[in-house]
């Protein structure tokens, strides 16, 4: 069984619950053979852009950071890594790209989770593979195409 540890750090009436976070996680992690752990935290734009100018040299908040753990071959251990999601930074873009709130939601969760399994969309084929991966995942939930109307990630 995966775990999913969920911390809100910045709680809006239009998150999803437990549940729905958990769900969509668990559809990206459904063919691995072993379970595994991942944390969501749900911050606020400071603590996003805090993180954002940390870690990835960039200025001021975004939807999502992935940390994936780097454990040694030697130490067992499940933990995928962690997923920083900034409510307020997805719930606008939800708005200015005129996407349903839950299906972005799924969309951001779908692929964080994605780079904790290495995935990644630096390269053009690259961001190929992961885009089709995240099309099909969210098919399986019958939420349409992110990428249809231009906009990505």
């Not at 009436?13 to 749900?42: C, F, K």
Request: proline share 5%; aromatic share 4%.
């Amino acid at each position: 069984m995966n775990i999913v540890e969920i911390q809100r750090i910045c709680a809006t009436d239009s998150q999803p619950n437990d549940a729905q976070l958990e769900s969509w996680v668990n559809t990206v992690l459904a063919n691995l053979d072993d379970d595994s752990e991942i944390v969501i935290r749900i911050v606020d734009e400071i603590e996003s852009a805090q993180l954002n100018e940390t870690y990835r040299h960039k200025q001021g908040a975004t939807n999502i950071l992935s940390f994936p753990v780097d454990v040694p071959d030697e130490i067992e251990l499940n933990l995928l890594g962690d997923l920083v999601i900034c409510a307020p930074v997805l719930e606008r873009e939800a708005t200015e790209q005129n996407k349903p709130l839950h299906n972005h939601w799924a969309h951001i969760v779908i692929h964080g989770t994605l780079h904790l399994l290495g995935y990644d969309h630096i390269e053009d084929t690259d961001a190929e593979e992961m885009e089709t991966k995240e099309i099909a995942l969210l098919q399986t939930l019958s939420i349409p195409n992110p990428y249809e109307n231009g906009s990505d990630l």
